[in-house]
């Protein structure tokens, strides 16, 4: 049985252009037996803080091994570091912003390289599109089993970037928490920082937002008539603010970072 090593792809490039062709096209010619799997390429343009938050979320669901290639980089071409951690189930590869703040805050690191030997990067080298030049290939050379510790010099992960991650937070002792949306997905629904664990479910909740009324908190969809606001627990255990059939972020002219907020009845 052979094994393919799997690399996930996690972007702010879209797919308009050419990009994330390329860096496939890249891992591939390095690593041909390579399974890539594109976690999303709809990161908001240089929003590493809602990268890093997906990234901590999605990372669980894919197989021990798997090495993630995370690319949100407004500051691609400065003195910012290209690193690359090992922790005990995966490998990490990302330019040192904060993006990696939910790994370096919940997982075991093992090790942390500051990539730096050019033999790992292709050869001639942007200095803007270093999710090409420098991550693809050291991914595809790490899918090669080559070790992480081959692509530069160790360093402290202590020393690594961190940013604050979108959270929800009280003042009253949990009868209220108030958050931010994060994302909003592809049918226009709002994700927000509210945490579904943070709540005692054994009372009633009510998530509110500028322009929307109070919406309990429903199980799914089907519990509000079409085109229907509600709000809900969603995949990743995060609140969500949805229209059934429709789109919130649309109706209630909402985008990331705007407020949000939560109250028992």
């Known amino acids: ?17 050419p990009f994330v062709g390329q860096m496939k096209g890249v891992i591939l010619s390095l690593a041909p037996a390579a399974q890539i799997i594109d976690l999303t390429h709809a990161i908001s343009p240089q929003n590493i803080a809602q990268g890093a938050f997906l990234l901590g979320k999605s990372k ?27 922790t005990d189930r995966y490998t990490f590869l990302a330019p040192d912003n904060g993006l990696l703040t939910a790994i370096l805050q919940g997982d075991n690191i ?13 050869r001639t080298q942007s200095s803007t599109f270093h999710g090409r030049d420098v991550f693809s290939p050291a991914a595809a050379h790490l899918a090669a089993s080559v070790s992480p510790l081959e692509l530069g010099d160790e360093i402290d992960p202590s020393a690594c970037a961190r940013i604050s991650l979108p959270n929800c937070t009280t003042s009253d002792n949990g009868k209220s ?11 226009g629904n709002l994700v927000t920082s509210l945490d579904s664990e943070s709540l005692d479910l054994s009372k009633e909740w009510f998530v509110e937002t500028a322009g929307c009324p109070p919406l309990p908190i ?26 059934r059939n429709g789109n919130a972020a649309k109706l209630l002219g909402l985008k990331n970072d705007d407020p949000v907020w939560m109250s028992e009845t």
């Open 1 to 17: 049985m052979h094994y393919h090593p799997v690399i996930v792809l996690m972007t702010d490039f879209g797919l308009t252009d």
């Open 60 to 86: 669980q669901f894919f197989p021990d091994g798997t090495i993630f290639v995370a690319v949100v980089d407004p500051g691609v071409g400065t003195s910012r570091k290209a690193i690359a951690i090992k």
């Open 110 to 122: 093992r090790h942390c390289v500051h990539i730096t030997k050019e033999h790992y990067m292709l």
């Open 177 to 187: 928490w108030n958050g931010q949306i994060i994302a909003i997905d592809h049918f």
């Open 218 to 243: 429903s199980v799914t969809y089907g519990e509000v008539a079409d085109q229907e606001l509600l709000a809900y627990a969603g995949s990743s255990g995060m609140i969500e603010i949805a229209v």
